[in-house]
Structure formats: C-alpha cells, structure tokens
C-alpha cells in the first residue's frame, strides 16, 4: 500500500504510545553522492521510520547548544536525517565585519550532519532580519547598482563556500506580507521585486546542483499571503527563475485552528515545484493544558500527514527540538512549550505522535521524493 493509501491515527489517540528511539537511521540517497548507513530494521528513531516512507526529517540546531549539551548531540545526531542552521547561516554571522567572513559555525554544523549521514538546509541567503551592523547602516544611502552588487557578492560568496554541501537553500526568506503585498524591505526599496529572480539567479550559478527554495510562515493557509506567493513563483517558474521549491514554515499556534496545509502543499507541488515544511512548531499558552497538548499533537500529527500526503513533500523539519533552546518564549510572551521534547531533553507526546504517524505511513523508500 502507498503512503497515499495510508490511514493515520488523529492525534489524540497518540497520547497513550510510548516513545521510543534509537540513535541510526536507514539508508537514504543522498544527491551529492553518499548514503546513510542502514539500521536494524526495528528502528524506531524518526529519522529510520521517516526513511522507509523516502521523507527527510529533520531539526534546526543551536550551535551552542550542539557544543556544550550531551543530550543535545546524541537527538541532534540519531533523530534527525537533516539539519539546517538557526543562525550561523545568516549574514550578520557570516560576515560580521564587511569583507571578513566568519565561516568556522557554519562548517562546523556542515562537518558534524557530514559525520552523522545527514543532509544540510542552507537557511537564508536574503531576508530583511539579522543583517549586520555594517550593512544595515550601509545601505540607505548606497546607489541601487551597488545594493545588486553587494548583494550578488554576497550569496556567490556564502553559496560558493558551501558548494556542494548543501541540499536545499532558502534563498529568499519572508518577502511576503500577510496582506499578499511584497515586504517593504530594504531589498524592495532599492532593487524592487526584480531582486527576488535575482537572488535565484545568482544562487543557481554559484551551485547548480542545490535546490533553491522560497521560505516563508502564514502560507500553510489559504488566504491572501498564500495565494500571492503561489501567483509569484508561478510567474518565476514562466519567466525560466530556477526555483526548485517551496518552503512553508509551519509555525503554528494552538488558538488559531489547523491549516488547510495538504491542499497548499499539492497546488504548490502542481506548479512542478518541490515542497518543503522546514521550520515547524506548534505553541501554546503556558502552563500547558491537557486539552492544550491535545492541540499540539494534532498539529504535529496533521502536518506531518499533510507532507507524507503530497509526493514531492521532500522533508519535515521541526525548528529546534528540545523546550530549553525554543526561540518562542522570548517572541510570543506567555507562550512556549512549542517543542518535541521539554525543558529535560525527554520526548513529550508530539514526539510520540510524530513517531506513531511515520510508523503507519512506512512502506519502501520512496525514489521520487529526491
């Protein structure tokens, strides 16, 4: 039976299954040439179980954290199937000082998924946040021929380091508003919407072999921020922009009801388009209810459903793992909780749940999700 063919259990029956891992995953092929090593064939980490249904699934990871948790390393390590920077990555600590790069946390987060058979999410080229200092002071008053330039140096250079490396790339993250109008960002200001074709582009030619991914949050539902990224990247894919897919954030709250996340998925996929979830939690208000968690797990449960749903779902990341280390409490005041396993590093029930999902979704690798 294909995972298509598949029933998946609603997330509140998951509460009662315990949670169970181990530290390998089974084969998958890697497109830049090596493959993980299989497992016993009664793994039952995520990253093993998400392999036999052909799924990446993976885990932003704090650079700090990998250094001084124990814990941390061995989930990082034996979970997950991919890894994708939470900052080292961007611009304000590649190039902290203009002209002198910092690479040394983004290869070390490359040398360690290398050592683990994990594939890499290059996350984010351009976006409007976490620029440096240097820059941000910079660029008001720089001429719109410089902005392109500085720009163009900036993603051949950081995707030219990493070539060959790196498996999918943000390339543009958030240039969307809610309202589905472009972002009145710095990028907007001076280079107009043209600097989106651009950035892909210019990342294409610095690595042909990586896909390029628009990223951003709020498209998981239908509504005017979804359907104007979804008219844009078709216009892309028209005018011959190598775009290979499109990531959607998933960061979801318990208040605001479950996305209609399947549907989005496959229109994007109907474009020719790869699909990615690539930054998912699921918050709450704290202290944390049972109804509450009731609610977390059927987030975790349904949009893991939604990507084994659609083929060319390649991956399933969740942004962060562990409570401790959530970048949630210090955004949402009065919420938290948003992660797969507490404050101690033990799995919680969305853990389980993702677990049980992949479970009854396994069926034999799947080739076309590469």
Same mark, same amino acid.
């Given at each position: 039976?294909?995972?298509? *063919?598949?029933?998946?259990? !609603?997330? #509140?029956?998951? @509460?009662? &299954?315990? /949670?169970?891992?181990?530290? +390998? ?73 203009? *002209?002198?790069?910092?690479? !040394?946390? #983004?290869?070390? @987060?490359? &040398?360690? /998924?290398?050592?683990?058979? +994990? ?85 294409? &030619? ?165």
């Amino acid at each position: 039976m294909t995972i298509r *063919g598949r029933l998946v259990i !609603a997330g #509140a029956a998951l @509460l009662g &299954a315990s /949670a169970l891992f181990v530290s +390998q995953g089974a084969a998958v092929a890697d497109p830049h040439g090596s493959t993980e090593r299989p497992s016993p064939s009664q793994s039952t980490s995520l990253r093993s179980l998400a392999a036999q249904s052909g799924l990446r699934i993976g885990t932003a990871v704090n650079m700090d954290a990998l250094a001084s948790d124990a814990a941390y390393k061995a989930i990082a390590a034996g979970q997950f199937s991919t890894v994708s920077p939470e900052n080292v990555m961007k611009w304000d600590t590649i190039e902290p000082t203009q *002209g002198t790069y910092n690479w !040394a946390p #983004a290869d070390q @987060l490359v &040398a360690f /998924a290398q050592q683990n058979g +994990q594939l890499v999410r290059g996350h984010t080229l351009v976006w409007h946040n976490q620029l440096p200092a240097w820059l941000s002071q910079a660029l008001p008053s720089m001429s719109s021929a410089d902005v392109a330039a500085l720009l163009k140096k900036h993603i051949t250079d950081e995707v030219t380091h990493f070539t060959g490396k790196i498996w999918q790339w943000d390339v543009v993250n958030e240039a969307f508003n809610d309202d589905g109008t472009l972002r009145d960002s710095i990028w907007l200001q001076k280079l107009g919407p043209a600097y989106i074709a651009d950035a892909f582009r210019w990342a294409h &030619a610095a690595d042909p072999k990586a896909l390029l991914f628009y990223n951003d949050y709020n498209i998981e539902y239908t509504g005017p921020k979804s359907n104007a990224v979804y008219s844009y990247v078709q216009q892309l894919k028209a005018q011959g922009v190598p775009i290979q897919g499109v990531g959607f954030q998933t960061h979801l709250d318990t208040q605001y009801g479950l996305p209609d996340l399947q549907n989005n998925l496959q229109r994007f996929s109907d474009l020719g388009l790869k699909v990615a979830e690539t930054e998912v939690d699921v918050r709450t208000t704290l202290p944390v209810t049972p109804v509450e968690q009731n609610a977390q797990v059927a987030g975790y449960t349904s949009t893991l459903q939604a990507c084994l749903a659609v083929r060319s779902c390649l991956s399933y990341t969740v942004w962060g793992f562990g409570d401790a280390y959530s970048w949630v409490p210090g955004v949402f005041a009065g919420e938290g909780a948003a992660d797969i396993y507490d404050a101690n590093l033990q799995p919680k029930a969305e853990y389980t749940a993702l677990q049980q999902t992949l479970a009854l979704a396994a069926a034999p690798a799947r080739d076309d999700r590469r």
